[in-house]
């Protein structure tokens, strides 16, 4: 119909941004109880996301594009079912809101969230629709995108006031876990049964069009599609019971992209898993899951404190380090051609699957900062542009952490200039299968040669040959190449066969680096 034959005048527009999801969503609540008609609506700004920044790398990466296309979908396809409608715009929110509101007294809805870009596009909006009489209501993101409010925090024993939030994790932790269960119970809501959909303007909407999954490296056990939204938690609930007494080393739930958007509430994650622990015989490894999904909860409310210092070179502690950049570097890290197979393996995986395990992210990090000494923010925003379950708060804390430029714990001070991530991954069971997965250029190494390969030469003459002579430049210090050596069998020395048989090898008696490698200092 003609704009001017429409009347929106009271009508309610939720504003998505990271609560993608009908049940468990006091945003949707609220906005049913102000009208029957809500609309709500998403704004993908293509020309925002397509631009390059400051450090060589696109705001989205085609991956993360595509894994939040899917959960839009989802979404748009379950409202559709019970007569609502989701208005998906390729243009930016300060743009695109106010053409859903054509008269005064309407109100547009959404979740406040805690970083400066973030609260950017909220004053943005604010004025574009305050030009048209409308105002927007900002809701506080406690029991929608956080676990705790500041009613909740008092309610365990911490501050409500931001700036005096513990920067200990165990601080926060130990105080909030026993009231876990009741915080959780207390957060769920039912998912609207029936809804109704105003009468719109012809809008410009974007064409959700998803990629099939069959070109992607993607973990199809474990589901069958990237993106997924309503009752997530009951379709992962066998699963989550055979697997979570699993949760060690490079286990993982592959739940923290639903979570990073809002597909799945955290608090019914935590519901779920608290019902599955034994009261008797309580799981270490349930436990654990609980105490990451708090890390979660506890980096959100740093973001608050730590404010636009977050995102600066010296961090909250506002610390001065040589920090360089240097484009080869940067594009070897990146590319997972430094030399180092668990670092490469790492980002390959990255790039083809958009998905990193929480002790290679550790490891790669540590590489990026203290090897090659290269600007923090190169691997923060790198991570950003290609992680599916990117988490603004928890991926610019981590990283910040990792190159000591935010608060630490003992533990990872113990951590930070060691190499005890990477003899935290050599240790594990499936390690070289993952190098071997993700570097086929290492197909004719030994086992014992994966976690250094540049100790062995080879008298074959085939691609594996080149390959060598990259690996020979790799960007490892030398203390770390030695330390690497360390963990290979050094006792035979002798011609072996290849792991395919077909070829032989030969090892070097040294056991070192033919090459000088990449020196630290």
């Known amino acids: ?71 839009l979908l989802d979404l748009k396809q379950n409202l559709e079912k019970i007569g609502g409608r989701l208005v998906v715009f390729a243009q930016s929110p300060q743009e695109a809101l106010p053409l859903l509101v054509v008269a005064e007294g309407a109100t547009v809805l959404v979740t406040g969230l805690h970083c400066p870009e973030e609260r950017l596009a909220e004053q943005k909006v604010r004025e574009a629709l305050a030009l048209k009489g409308v105002k927007l209501e900002v809701f506080d993101p406690a029991g929608i995108t956080d676990l705790l409010g500041p009613a909740e925090l008092q309610h365990v024993g911490l501050p409500d006031d931001p700036m005096e939030f513990p920067e200990n994790f165990q601080e926060f932790y130990l105080p909030t876990r026993p009231f876990l269960l009741d915080l959780c119970q207390a957060g769920l809501h039912p998912a609207p049964q029936l809804l109704s959909a105003p009468e719109l303007p012809e809008l410009p909407e974007m064409e959700l069009a998803v990629t099939p999954c069959e070109d992607l490296r993607v973990p199809r056990r474990r589901e069958r599609r990237m993106g997924a939204a309503d009752n997530l938690a009951e379709q992962r609930a066998p699963w989550l019971q055979a697997q979570l007494p699993k949760l060690a080393g490079d286990c993982s739930s592959r739940l923290s992209a639903h979570l990073a958007y809002g597909c799945l509430s955290v608090q019914r994650l935590l519901l779920e898993v608290l019902g599955q622990m034994p009261k008797d015989s309580p799981s270490v490894h349930v436990e654990h899951f609980i105490y990451e999904l708090c890390w979660r909860e506890f980096f959100r409310k740093l973001a608050v404190r730590w404010g636009p210092r977050l995102f600066q070179v010296q961090g909250p502690l506002q610390l001065q380090k040589p920090w360089i950049r240097n484009a080869e570097l940067e594009r070897r890290w990146k590319s997972g051609t430094t030399g180092v197979p668990l670092v490469d393996a790492a980002m390959r995986e990255l790039q083809q699957t958009g998905y990193m395990g929480n002790l290679s992210r550790q490891i790669t990090a540590a590489f990026l900062v203290e090897e090659l000494q290269l600007d923090w923010r190169v691997g923060a925003d790198w991570f950003e542009a290609h992680l599916l379950d990117y988490d603004v708060h928890s991926n610019w804390g981590q990283w910040a952490r990792s190159a000591g430029v935010a608060p630490v714990n003992d533990a990872k001070k113990e951590r930070m200039g060691s190499y005890r991530y990477y003899d935290l991954a050599m240790q594990q069971k499936g390690a070289k299968q993952y190098i071997r997965n993700w570097v086929p250029e290492l197909d004719e190494f030994l086992d014992e040669d994966l976690f250094a390969p540049w100790r062995a030469f080879t008298l074959m003459a085939s691609p594996v040959r080149a390959f060598h002579v990259r690996i020979h430049d790799t960007l490892a210090s030398h203390a770390l190449q030695r330390h690497l050596e360390s963990h290979g069998n050094k006792s035979d020395r002798k011609v072996k066969a290849t792991r395919r048989g077909r070829v032989p090898l030969m090892w070097s008696t040294t056991g070192g680096s033919a090459s000088p490698g990449r020196s630290t200092s």
């Open 1 to 71: 119909k003609p704009q001017s034959a429409l009347d929106l005048s009271g009508s309610v527009v939720v504003w998505l941004r990271h609560e993608l999801r009908l049940r468990d969503n006091p945003l949707l609540q609220r906005a049913l109880e102000l009208s029957p008609k809500p609309v709500l609506a998403y704004c993908w700004d293509t020309e925002f996301h397509a631009k390059v920044t400051p450090f060589g790398s696109p705001k989205a990466g085609p991956l993360r594009q595509r894994f939040i296309e899917e959960c």
